[in-house]
């Protein structure tokens, strides 16, 4: 019979090598995956990993992918680190690009330098809200703010199908259930002649704040506190109620900002096609970057890597879509795998009579 049995002391040089480790076997697995599915598999992961980096385009795109990724991530990170599960991002992350889509929408023509930092307000505003709900059924009723937050973004989702098929669609636009296209005020400046959008040099700032926040900050000492000894934060007088709001709020607040970035980006309108699925991804940034701030910059600007390498490798080599998601979801089952295996070992036992 097995059991596992905590190590001692895990290696900190291991666990500092396990996120390097799971993309390995991820790679290695996705050899096997692709060669399951007829393709050339070492031409699939060349596409994937290695040709992005030496097209520049793709580079930028790759900036474009990762901004998001890591604004969620960032967010969640605070929440995971005390114990707070916030698995509905990407519903926060709809309503926020809602909330400030409307905004853009309601100065239509007459939009000024003004116009986009109110539009970054309310998109936060609208994700911080959003993220709020799950806090107050978890502090009052006990609700699991993991299933509530999951289900919240299927209510998002046919909300927003909802508003651009209605009151926010394009009166212009033959019935089609998208918006207008955002005025020039309401979209986001971009850097020569690319597409990379100011959202990340915000992201960049985010992550400097994040770091000192949580390595300088009473609050920082106050989620990590909260995650790796609740009875003694509660004795230190951590109020853990208020933790809940504020790293719910927390995180609401990044992914409604990191979908206003995108709609205010990339696509420039509102559209039903929004939910993409970066409000998970960004749970695989989070763990891969090790809930730390300069982490998941790294490990965002990988799975943007993956994004575009796999999009790229639908079109060269036809591989289905969903080859890529699992593909990445792999990344998450080795690291967590990985982990697991870092603090604890497998043993036998003997099974018999005493």
């Known amino acids: 019979m097995l059991r596992l049995e905590p190590r001692i002391r895990p290696s900190a040089l291991v666990e500092l090598a396990t996120p390097a480790i799971a993309v390995l076997a991820t790679i290695l697995a996705g050899l096997v995956l692709f060669a399951a599915l007829g393709k050339d598999p070492v031409e699939a992961v060349r596409i994937i990993f290695l040709d992005p980096l030496f097209d520049p385009y793709s580079r930028s795109e790759i900036l474009i992918k990762s901004c998001p990724l890591i604004l969620i991530a960032l967010g969640l990170s605070f929440g995971f680190r005390a114990g707070i599960w916030n698995i509905g991002a990407e519903g926060q ?54 299933l509530v937050s999951l289900m919240l973004v299927y209510v998002a989702g046919l909300f927003l199908v909802a508003m651009v098929s209605g009151p926010l669609r394009n009166p212009q636009g033959f019935a089609f259930p998208e918006s207008r296209i955002f005025d020039e005020a309401a979209r986001l400046p971009t850097f020569g002649d690319t597409r990379v959008h100011i959202g990340i040099a915000v992201a960049l700032l985010a992550v400097f704040v994040a770091h000192v926040v949580l390595h300088r900050h009473v609050f920082g000492y106050a989620v990590r506190l909260s995650g790796a000894a609740p009875r003694a934060a509660a004795f230190a007088g951590i109020d853990r109620n208020r933790m809940i709001y504020a ?8 992914a409604g900002l990191a979908g206003l970035f995108e709609v205010a980006g990339p696509i420039g309108q509102l559209q039903t096609s929004l939910p993409v699925g970066y409000g998970f991804t960004a749970i695989i940034v989070a763990f891969l970057g090790r809930l730390s701030p300069i982490g998941i910059l790294f490990a965002g600007l990988v799975m943007g890597l993956t994004y575009i390498g796999g999009e790229t490798a639908q079109f060269l080599l036809r591989l289905p879509a969903a080859a890529i998601s699992v593909f990445q979801g792999m990344l998450l089952f080795f690291l967590l795998a990985f982990d697991l295996l870092t603090r604890y070992r497998i043993t036998r036992t003997r099974s018999g009579p005493a």
């Open 247 to 254: 790293c719910l709020g927390l995180s609401g607040a990044l």
């Open 93 to 146: 992350y709809v309503m926020g690009a809602l909330a400030g889509g409307t905004v853009a929408l309601a100065f239509h023509g007459a939009g000024g330098p003004w116009l986009l930092p109110l539009m970054a307000l309310a998109g936060a505003i609208g994700g911080c809200a959003y993220a709020l709900i799950p806090a107050f059924l978890k502090v009052r009723f006990n609700a699991n703010e993991i």
